[in-house]
T-cell receptor, first 114, second 116 residues
Framework: NAGVMQNPRHLVRRRGQEARLRCSPMKGHSHVYWYRQLPEEGLKFMVYLQKENIIDESGMPKERFSAEFPKEGPSILRIQQVVRGDSAAYFC????????????FGPGTRLTVL | AQSVSQHNHHVILSEAASLELGCNYSYGGTVNLFWYVQYPGQHLQLLLKYFSGDPLVKGIKGFEAEFIKSKFSFNLRKPSVQWSDTAEYFCAVNAGSDTGGFKTIFGAGTRLFVKA
């Protein structure tokens, strides 16, 4: 049973470009969380989604950031017009159902903004 | 608001030394507690978790943690560390939210370096 997959593992963008980060949850899991890890800091919650629905986006910056989890395909975290401060590791975690409290983490995507 | 505090940001130990990493959280309700480890260049792996029952929890690789409810603490311990334990350790807490999910709050992490 494959674990949580994220791609790309490393992404380099210039300021002003768009970044798209993908997360494929574990088989049978229908809920996804996204976290951001800034250098020297712990993971910070960004957004919680189930297929075709955003459940909690209280940790998402108000501008430039969006997330989706379509019926088919991976969850996508999209950052428009990236700035240097967006450089971080972005992790997703999946759970089977809304009531599950143990999350399984992917390997992360390390975004570098030049 | 929930928060998690890890007391030490960097710890250096010699092999065979004992380890204790502190973790305190602030939340008044029922919580689930976790310790994760992140080896260099790798993703987060679950070391151990506490949901309910015996407050002394055994995890993988000889790690254990004790939940002390009165102190809001969940300290991680290992009697004798190895060079391969060099990694970053994260304490995490989650609790049910209004949305029905479990938003996990992480501590800032403790970087452990074990000298061979």
């Amino acid at each position: 049973n494959a674990g949580v997959m994220q791609n790309p593992r490393h992404l380099v963008r210039r300021r002003g470009q768009e970044a798209r980060l993908r997360c494929s949850p574990m088989k049978g899991h229908s809920h996804v969380y996204w976290y951001r890890q800034l250098p020297e800091e712990g993971l910070k919650f960004m957004v919680y989604l189930q297929k075709e629905n955003i459940i909690d986006e209280s940790g998402m910056p108000k501008e430039r950031f969006s997330a989706e989890f379509p019926k088919e395909g991976p969850s996508i975290l999209r950052i428009q017009q990236v700035v240097r401060g967006d450089s971080a590791a972005y992790f997703c975690a999946s759970v089977r159902d809304r009531g599950e409290n143990e999350q399984f983490f992917g390997p992360g995507t390390r975004l570098t903004v030049l | 608001a929930q928060s998690v505090s890890q007391h030490n940001h960097h710890v250096i130990l010699s092999e065979a030394a004992s380890l204790e990493l502190g973790c305190n959280y602030s939340y008044g309700g029922t919580v689930n507690l976790f310790w994760y480890v992140q080896y260099p260049g790798q993703h987060l792996q679950l070391l151990l978790k506490y949901f309910s029952g015996d407050p002394l929890v055994k995890g993988i690789k000889g790690f254990e943690a004790e939940f002390i409810k009165s102190k809001f603490s969940f300290n991680l311990r290992k009697p004798s560390v190895q060079w391969s334990d060099t990694a970053e350790y994260f304490c995490a807490v989650n609790a049910g939210s209004d949305t029905g999910g479990f938003k996990t709050i992480f501590g800032a992490g403790t970087r452990l370096f074990v000298k061979a």
